[in-house]
């Protein structure tokens, strides 16, 4: 596949220049000139003008994917008991199939793990597919990645929903490239293209500086993986409930690793995901004797403290209290941003919140155009102001 110039009809106006994100064009003796590491990508053909350049490249042509139907969620569970982030993308699943007109389905794998079947459906399953095999009673790799292969080449869904835990983060590459599709990881918001119908997966490129949306046109089912606490569970009972085994053949052999013993790290009893109250400091807090004054608000709201990654790396709060591009994503019904300046890849990870309240000495922080209320002031004089004030009505 080449591109060249017709030299007879370029003028020489840069376009192309300016347009190729390779810098795969020069002007030279005032024409365009190819360079040799062009990706043929056509970025300067759709720019150009006068029509000066040309290609031999065959158009991309898109599958007929009529045969794809459905929307499944991967249902995560460990040791019998789902995580919730499945439910949380049943409850987008819901939305999604019903802009499409199909069906949301949700995928259980494990062994003697049948009792999780009617909280699926009270969670907007119109069906649930059921592999239960000895090999899978602990997640390994290999054993999920054969039984959700053998699933999608089976029974062929357009849309495929995975947590960004960690196994949706070991498992959904490795079979996204078993069967041959894209992945989209991270993402942040998922809807359907009114006009093509397919599925638009936005999550945070370049460092968390922009949002990128990601449409897959080529392959099919097309496969993203969504943060926990992103997305809103919604409860609706199906009045399908279909439940559709699956058998699966797995020999211990081609898994080829055991689980010899498991460890459960002990946790510090932090738990963002639950609080209805956050109150969240960043650079501006600026110490760790700042800090404290954010948990004294905290618990006279009944709520947690969280911060950012800059908050994390000093050394004032834990990593678990970590919110953000990196850190937990949260959706709390008040979120109190007590000196954070609002960059995005914060700002990724608490834009759920019911109510955010932003307290900061400069009127231009970021932080304000997503805050419900505003407060522009110290926040070592408004934040103890706060807390006399919600200490006082609890003594009332």
Same mark, same amino acid.
């Given at each position: 596949m080449a591109?060249?110039i017709?030299?007879?009809l370029? %003028?020489?106006c840069?376009?192309c220049?300016?347009?190729c994100?390779y810098?795969?064009?020069e002007?030279k003796?005032g024409?365009?000139?190819?360079?040799p590491?062009c990706?043929?990508?056509?970025?300067?053909?759709?720019?150009c003008?006068? &029509?000066?350049i040309?290609t031999?490249m065959e158009?991309?042509?898109i599958?007929?994917?009529?045969?794809r139907?459905?929307v499944w969620?991967?249902a995560?569970?460990?040791?019998?008991?789902?995580n919730?982030v499945s439910?949380?993308?049943?409850?987008? !699943? &819901?939305?999604?199939?019903a802009d499409?007109?199909?069906?949301v389905s949700?995928?259980?794998?494990?062994?003697?793990v049948?009792e999780?079947l009617?909280?699926?459906f009270d969670f907007? !399953?119109n069906?649930?597919y059921?592999t239960?095999h000895?090999a899978?009673?602990?997640?390994?790799?290999?054993?999920?990645?054969?039984?959700m292969?053998?699933?999608?080449?089976?029974y062929?869904? %357009?849309i495929?929903?995975?947590?960004?835990?960690?196994?949706?983060?070991?498992?959904?590459?490795?079979l996204?490239r078993?069967?041959?599709?894209g992945?989209?990881?991270?993402?942040?918001?998922?809807?359907?293209?009114?006009?093509?119908g397919?599925?638009?997966?936005?999550?945070?490129?370049?460092?968390? %500086?922009?949002?990128?949306?990601i449409?897959n046109?080529?392959s099919?089912p097309?496969?993203?993986?969504v943060?926990p606490?992103?997305m809103?569970a919604?409860?609706?009972r199906s009045?399908?409930?279909?439940?559709i085994?699956?058998?699966v053949?797995?020999?211990e052999?081609?898994?080829?690793?055991?689980?010899l013993?498991?460890?459960?790290?002990e946790?510090?009893?932090?738990s963002?995901n639950?609080?209805k109250?956050i109150?969240a400091?960043g650079?501006g807090?600026?110490?760790?004797a700042g800090?404290?004054?954010?948990f004294?608000?905290?618990?006279?709201?009944?709520?947690?403290?969280?911060?950012?990654?800059i908050?994390v790396e000093a050394?004032?709060i834990p990593?678990?209290?970590q919110v953000?591009?990196?850190g937990?994503t949260?959706r709390?019904?008040?979120y109190?941003?007590?000196?954070i300046?609002?960059?995005? &890849?914060?700002?990724?990870?608490?834009l759920?919140?019911?109510y955010v309240i932003?307290i %900061?000495?400069?009127?231009g922080?970021?932080i304000f155009?997503?805050?419900?209320?505003?407060?522009?002031?110290?926040?070592?004089?408004?934040?103890?102001e706060?807390?006399?004030r919600?200490?006082?009505?609890?003594?009332k």
């Amino acid at each position: 596949m080449a591109v060249w110039i017709d030299t007879d009809l370029c %003028n020489g106006c840069k376009r192309c220049v300016k347009a190729c994100p390779y810098g795969a064009v020069e002007i030279k003796e005032g024409k365009a000139r190819i360079l040799p590491h062009c990706t043929s990508c056509g970025t300067c053909m759709e720019v150009c003008k006068p &029509q000066a350049i040309h290609t031999d490249m065959e158009p991309k042509i898109i599958p007929d994917f009529s045969d794809r139907k459905g929307v499944w969620v991967f249902a995560e569970q460990r040791g019998g008991s789902l995580n919730p982030v499945s439910f949380e993308l049943l409850g987008k !699943a &819901q939305s999604l199939a019903a802009d499409l007109g199909q069906e949301v389905s949700a995928v259980l794998l494990g062994h003697q793990v049948s009792e999780l079947l009617p909280t699926l459906f009270d969670f907007g !399953a119109n069906h649930v597919y059921l592999t239960q095999h000895k090999a899978l009673q602990d997640y390994r790799t290999l054993s999920y990645a054969k039984a959700m292969e053998s699933l999608i080449l089976t029974y062929k869904p %357009n849309i495929l929903l995975m947590g960004a835990t960690h196994i949706g983060r070991d498992l959904a590459p490795r079979l996204s490239r078993r069967v041959g599709v894209g992945l989209t990881a991270d993402c942040t918001e998922l809807s359907i293209d009114p006009e093509e119908g397919i599925l638009l997966q936005t999550r945070p490129a370049f460092g968390g %500086n922009v949002m990128a949306t990601i449409a897959n046109r080529y392959s099919r089912p097309q496969m993203a993986t969504v943060r926990p606490g992103v997305m809103e569970a919604v409860k609706k009972r199906s009045t399908l409930k279909k439940v559709i085994k699956h058998k699966v053949s797995l020999t211990e052999k081609e898994i080829g690793s055991k689980v010899l013993e498991q460890f459960k790290e002990e946790g510090t009893g932090v738990s963002l995901n639950d609080a209805k109250v956050i109150v969240a400091g960043g650079r501006g807090v600026g110490d760790e004797a700042g800090m404290k004054a954010l948990f004294t608000l905290a618990r006279a709201m009944g709520g947690e403290v969280a911060g950012t990654r800059i908050v994390v790396e000093a050394g004032w709060i834990p990593v678990e209290r970590q919110v953000g591009q990196t850190g937990q994503t949260v959706r709390p019904e008040i979120y109190i941003a007590c000196g954070i300046s609002g960059a995005i &890849q914060h700002r990724a990870g608490m834009l759920g919140s019911r109510y955010v309240i932003a307290i %900061n000495k400069d009127p231009g922080a970021p932080i304000f155009q997503v805050a419900d209320w505003g407060i522009v002031g110290d926040l070592h004089q408004v934040v103890p102001e706060l807390t006399r004030r919600f200490q006082e009505g609890k003594r009332k």
